[in-house]
T-cell receptor, first 114, second 109 residues
Framework: ETGVTQSPTHLIKTRGQQVTLRCSSQ?????VSWYQQALGQGPQFIFQ???????GRGNFPPRFSGLQFPNYSSELNVNALELDDSALYLC?????????????FGDGTRLSIL | QQPVQSPQAVILREGEDAVINCSSS?????VHWYRQKHGEAPVFLMI?????EQKGHEKISASFNEKKQQSSLYLTASQLSYSGTYFC??????????FGKGTRLHILP
């Protein structure tokens, strides 16, 4: 059973640039959720994708957008990067979109904005 | 509304017990618990559902008091491998998981 994989591991960008982060879900999982984790904080929900459609969104501006592909892998895109976007971005997959499903997290992408 | 975890941090000696609390100001449908070691992904521990009983396995268990909108995680006879940051994630009517700020647990030999 292949777990959740994310790429890249680390990324350094400057303010105003755009970034794309990638996530492959665990085999058999059709739902992907993205979280932002600032240093010393818990993961904060960005959005969830289920069957290639956005299925819920947290308090993040529209410059945070995503995609899910037919194989259930997913991308997180962030435009017009700001210094506060520096964080660990976690992807989690689950069997179903419902909140009573365990989240299986990847190791994350650490994004640094200069 | 982010759940509140207490304590923020705790240091134990191997073999001692710990309790981590999680409380919400909103009615809860379920509570998740995860452990994250430094530089690693959060790892699922358990989910407690509304109307469900206390869950757990071996030396890690948890309870969920729906009336008080609280959950507690119990670590019995702690081992060095239990070190890490524990997060509760609460779910209310909007069906999304909201994580607390975490409780840092450090086990000394």
């Amino acid at each position: 059973e292949t777990g959740v994989t994310q790429s890249p591991t680390h990324l350094i960008k400057t303010r105003g640039q755009q970034v794309t982060l990638r996530c492959s879900s665990q085999s058999g999982h059709n739902t992907v959720s993205w979280y932002q984790q600032a240093l010393g904080q818990g993961p904060q929900f960005i959005f969830q994708y289920y069957r290639e459609e956005e299925n819920g969104r947290g308090n993040f501006p529209p410059r945070f957008s995503g995609l899910q592909f037919p194989n259930y892998s997913s991308e997180l895109n962030v435009n017009a990067l700001e210094l506060d976007d520096s964080a660990l971005y976690l992807c989690a997959s689950s069997l179903e979109p419902h909140s009573n499903q365990p989240q299986h997290f990847g190791d994350g992408t650490r994004l640094s904005i200069l | 509304q982010q759940p509140v975890q207490s304590p923020q941090a705790v240091i134990l000696r191997e073999g001692e017990d710990a309790v981590i609390n999680c409380s919400s100001s909103k009615a809860l449908y379920s509570v998740h618990w995860y452990r994250q070691k430094h530089g690693e992904a959060p790892v699922f521990l358990m989910i407690l559902l509304k109307g469900g009983e206390q869950k757990g396995h071996e030396k890690i268990s948890a309870s969920f008091n729906e009336k008080k909108q609280q959950s507690s995680l119990y670590l019995t006879a702690s081992q060095l491998s239990y070190s890490g940051t524990y997060f509760c994630g609460t779910v209310n009517r909007d069906d999304k998981i909201i994580f607390g700020k975490g409780t840092r647990l450090h086990i000394l030999p």
